[in-house]
């Protein structure tokens, strides 16, 4: 094993460094009991109506109820599955896009302004003809998860690629660099902080995507048992459904985190 001696003031700098790390993490936790703790006086004592509101002991018995017979899970599997395979598609089409568009000018001159219009575009609004194009399954809810977040993929990715420094082009042009090593030398190692950062702003539109189309479209999901909650006012299964969507979108961003400290690890060395 490899042993590093560090010299007293970087030791120092960081012990300080993981005692500060340690802090914010129980501050964090700190900050969430608080909340919970609040949110369970406020409704045990009357203060607001539990069925308005619920609380954390009623959203842990009907996630309990759920887990006990298998429909939680079985939700889960639904809604992640359709999320990750958006996701992906979403991921992969975009970085394909912006790498056509930045390698040709013209192709992006032309195409530029459709991309604009279509990031402005409500999204929802296309729901009737998605339903009609893919109909009532899960297709028609990975379609919509990649039309809200390819746009977004696109243009962080071909920003990332245009933002390149031109001088260092020049220079590998000097040195007689085709395009295509100029773009696998430079360009896209150059890309990768824009890339983690589209990455992690597309699992949060990859969970808006998700729920929006079991929003329009759905008989599984944790975005249809929002949506079945709140038809038959059952308001503790709306909560329940919307806090294990926040545990999962949390858990795709600490993937994300893990990635980029992957790449980052990767880069120095």
């Given at each position: ?50 069925f308005i509101m619920s609380s954390p002991s009623r959203i842990a018995t009907t996630l ?14 639904v809604t992640l599955w359709e999320t990750l395979a958006g996701f992906a598609i979403a ?10 568009l930045w390698w040709s000018d013209t192709l992006r001159r032309v195409l530029e302004p ?156």
């Amino acid at each position: 094993m490899k042993h590093v001696n560090y010299s007293q003031e970087h030791a120092r700098f960081l012990r300080r460094r993981k005692q500060n790390l340690a802090l914010v993490w129980a501050l964090r936790i700190g900050v969430l009991a608080l909340l919970l703790g609040l949110w369970e006086l406020v409704t045990a004592t009357g203060w607001v109506d539990p069925f308005i509101m619920s609380s954390p002991s009623r959203i842990a018995t009907t996630l309990a109820g759920l887990a006990a017979d298998g429909s939680l899970f079985y939700h889960i599997g639904v809604t992640l599955w359709e999320t990750l395979a958006g996701f992906a598609i979403a991921v992969v089409l975009g970085f394909a896009v912006a790498l056509a568009l930045w390698w040709s000018d013209t192709l992006r001159r032309v195409l530029e302004p459709y991309i604009v219009v279509l990031n402005a575009l409500p999204k929802i609004a296309l729901g009737p003809l998605i339903i009609i194009w893919f109909g009532t399954g899960s297709e028609a809810i990975v379609f919509m998860t990649v039309l809200v977040g390819v746009i977004i993929a696109i243009m962080h990715v071909l920003s990332a690629f245009i933002a390149t420094e031109e001088s260092k082009i020049l220079l590998m042009r000097s040195m007689g660099a085709n395009k295509w090593q100029i773009l696998c030398k430079l360009v896209i190692p150059s890309s990768y902080p824009a890339v983690i950062s589209m990455l992690k702003v597309n699992v949060g539109m990859a969970w808006i995507g998700s729920i929006m189309g079991e929003y329009i479209v759905s008989r599984a999901g944790l975005g249809y048992l929002i949506v079945y909650g709140g038809q038959v006012f059952k308001l503790d299964l709306v909560m329940s459904a919307t806090f294990v969507l926040c545990l999962l979108a949390a858990g795709m961003y600490a993937l994300v985190v893990l990635l980029e400290k992957i790449l980052v690890k990767n880069t120095d060395n």
